[in-house]
């Protein structure tokens, strides 16, 4: 029988890795009715995400409030969804992830005995400060969830030593996979149209290596973007590279950032990019220095080394086949990491492979029969 499954997410990752599934789970009509409901826990952010996979939400709650606290945010999601979940009554609630929406879509449909399936699910860093509040989110989402959709064999291996019931987890890949390999081709054979590259490209140069940064993790914010600035600083001295940063609206990031760098020769601070152009950055970067875990995932598919400005990584199987290094936010160390990475041709082509540890780009399609499975197991009793 068709399933209504309703979509819970409200920040960037989350859109870019749902809507594939979301879009694929349309495809079959007689298979899922799909409702969609979105926080807003970001608001312009996600905006552009569901601009680029055309998805109109069902229900758009806008919660965002500038600067919000984790308790703002999480108290306001949390009574939000409620009468979501009221009106709604659907078979499954799927979330992705591990931010504030994630959680509270998680425990909203707990509270109504709607089973969660968890996309993304079995990411450990083993350290419930790092990234905070992330880690703690992931756990509690495991233990709220039914059904849990691994990317990676490891994070499977995860989940079941936490005793997580083996058939209640599904191998699938990232779904983040599935967007940027369908956007990485839509550009190379030309079927963004509509897409025209942005004024910023005009002030970049072709001679120089394009360095491309993102950066927005609270356990960073103070000290930790300050050093990041300063290693960002030093090594646009280097005449022979740009750096491009589109920089997070999170006012934690945006007052450091530009009243280190805005001045700085050789660095364009630009605003967070649509999906497309930002594939488009990260395909022409020579580089990508980076705290995000969706990139840290996109990068080796797309044959970019990645510095990651952490101490520690829930997605260790990168760094396990060497495109993607820790380099934490310590000023030296990003700056000599780098610095190798431009000078040693040798050093950038064995962390410039092309792999996918993350996904082949088929995921949306797994989490959909393993949902399809589980209801016909429950059906058979
Ligand atoms: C959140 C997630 C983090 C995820 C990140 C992706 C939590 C606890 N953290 O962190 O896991 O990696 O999103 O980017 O859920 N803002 C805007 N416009 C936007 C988005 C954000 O102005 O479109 C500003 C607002 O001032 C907002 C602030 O950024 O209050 C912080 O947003 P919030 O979602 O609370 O945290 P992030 O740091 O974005
Ligand atoms: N991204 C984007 N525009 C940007 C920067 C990032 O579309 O200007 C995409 C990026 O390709 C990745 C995702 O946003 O898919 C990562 O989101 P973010 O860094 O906000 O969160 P995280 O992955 O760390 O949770």
């Given amino acids: 029988m068709r399933k209504k499954v309703l979509f819970l997410f409200g920040t960037r990752p989350e859109a870019i890795k749902l809507c594939p599934v979301l879009l694929h789970m349309r495809t079959r009509p007689c298979d899922f009715d799909v ?26 709650l806008n919660l965002m409030l500038p600067g919000q606290s984790l308790f703002q945010s999480t108290t306001r999601i949390l009574a939000a969804l409620e009468p979501v979940l009221a009106a709604e009554t659907p078979d499954l ?25 968890h996309v993304e699910a079995g990411l450990r860093t083993g350290d419930l400060l790092q990234p905070f509040p992330e880690e703690m989110n992931r756990v509690v989402t495991t233990r709220l969830a ?3 959709f691994a990317a990676t064999e490891g994070a499977a291996q995860n ?7 083996s058939g209640r987890i599904f191998v699938t890949g990232n779904s983040g996979i599935d967007a940027v390999l ?21 002030r970049i140069d072709d001679s120089k290596k394009l360095i491309v940064v993102t950066a927005h993790r609270r356990e960073s914010f103070g000290e930790g973007f300050e050093r990041i600035c300063a290693a960002l600083a030093q090594l646009a001295e280097r005449d022979d590279v740009q750096v491009v940063y589109p920089v997070h609206p999170n006012p934690n990031v945006q007052d450091p950032v530009n009243r280190h760098l805005a001045a700085k020769r050789n660095i364009l601070l630009i605003e967070p990019q649509e ?7 990260l395909r022409s970067a020579y580089l990508l220095i980076t705290d995000s875990g969706g990139v840290q995932e996109e990068a080796p598919s797309l044959g970019k080394p990645v510095l990651v400005l952490r101490e520690k990584t829930e997605r260790p199987e990168a760094v396990d086949a060497g495109t993607v290094r820790l380099v934490g936010t310590n000023v030296p160390r990003i700056v000599e990491e780098a610095n190798r990475l431009l000078d040693c041709p ?8 092309i ?16 949902i399809l499975s589980f209801f016909a197991e429950r059906s058979r009793g």
């Fill in 93 to 117: 609630v799927l979330v992705q992830g591990d931010t504030t929406t994630t959680l509270c879509g998680a425990l909203a449909a707990f509270y109504k005995k709607v089973p969660v399936g």
């Fill in 275 to 281: 999906y497309v152009p930002f594939v488009d950055l």
């Fill in 159 to 165: 989940l079941r030593a936490e005793g997580v019931d």
């Fill in 346 to 353: 040798e050093a950038y082509q064995e962390m410039a492979r």
């Fill in 355 to 370: 792999h996918n540890p993350y996904g082949d780009g088929h995921a949306s399609q797994r989490i959909s029969e393993s």
């Fill in 35 to 60: 409702r969609v409901g979105v926080t807003a826990q970001h608001r312009e952010m996600l905006d552009q995400i569901l601009a680029t996979f055309e998805v109109t939400p069902d229900y758009d």
């Fill in 146 to 148: 039914a059904l849990h």
């Fill in 182 to 202: 369908s956007v990485r081709d839509g550009l190379q054979q030309g079927r963004w149209s509509n897409y025209r590259r942005g004024p910023f490209w005009s």
